[in-house]
């Protein structure tokens, strides 16, 4: 039961520009808690592309940009490439839940 | 560089026990708090567990509160997660992760992720 809303999937042609919505409430994003994205090939270790919402990891391409606004965030891939096709998540704290760290629903990204 | 390689999992009949390993390396293990996140086949990630660096304090999501147990041992640099009770819906991979430190622990991310074990909860 993600409450953070991803659209399912996103697609693009090589060097194309893409972004991912990330939509949460007043109780999570919207409380002002910070937003992180990953990037997971099935099979494989998830990897962190995006901390606090906007800081990217040493090794991390700049083609990946992180924001948020309000109660959502978003994540820009510029100059799409091949290996870029993945499925992409966002994640942050929620506290009308006990208080838990949630994840968004992921998105499929496909390289035309 | 950082790694974290998981271990234990497996299959378990409804209403069983598996203990899950997670072997940390190449940083600094007790000074580190660590999560466990799962996933469900076709599903998307669920943040599972959290346990602080020194093992006071853990923390649970409410699909697992009281069947799930985090725990750690700083000595050898691991970290378990003893799963009582379980149920087909328990059936995921499980990944071990270090939490990111944010300024406060509500912003904390994860990162490095193990490769996962897979669990499979079936008769």
């Known amino acids: 039961q993600s409450v953070l809303t991803q659209p399912p999937s996103v697609s693009g042609a090589p060097g194309q520009r893409v972004t991912i919505s990330c939509t949460g409430t007043?109780?999570?994003?919207?409380?002002?808690?910070?937003v992180h994205w990953y990037q997971h090939l099935p099979g494989t270790a998830p990897k962190l592309l995006i901390y606090?919402?906007?800081n990217r990891p040493s090794g991390v391409p700049d083609r990946f940009a992180g924001s948020k606004s309000g109660t959502s965030a978003s994540l820009a891939i510029t100059g799409l490439q091949a290996e870029d096709e993945a499925d992409y998540y966002c994640?942050?704290?929620?506290?009308?839940?006990?208080?838990?760290?949630?994840f968004g629903t992921g998105t499929k990204v496909t390289v035309l | 560089q950082m790694q974290l390689v998981e271990s234990g999992g497996g299959l378990v009949q409804p209403g069983g026990s598996l203990r899950l390993s997670c072997a940390a390396s190449?940083?600094?293990?007790?000074?580190?708090?660590m999560h466990w996140v799962r996933q469900a086949p076709g599903k998307g990630l669920e943040w599972v567990a959290f346990i602080r660096y020194d093992g006071t304090n853990t923390y649970y999501a409410d699909s697992v509160k009281g069947r799930f147990s985090i725990f750690r041992d700083n000595s050898k640099s691991r970290l378990y997660l003893q799963m009582n009770l379980l149920r087909a819906e328990d059936t995921a991979v499980y990944y071990c992760?270090?939490?990111?430190?944010?300024?406060?622990?509500?912003?904390?991310?994860?990162?490095?992720w193990g490769q996962g074990t897979l669990v499979t909860v079936s008769s």
């Open positions: 606090g919402s906007t």
């Open positions: 992760a270090k939490s990111g430190s944010g300024v406060q622990p509500a912003d904390n991310w994860f990162d490095p």
């Open positions: 190449a940083f600094n293990f007790p000074n580190s708090g």
């Open positions: 007043s109780s999570n994003i919207g409380a002002g808690y910070d």
């Open positions: 994640q942050s704290y929620d506290r009308s839940l006990s208080g838990s760290y949630v």
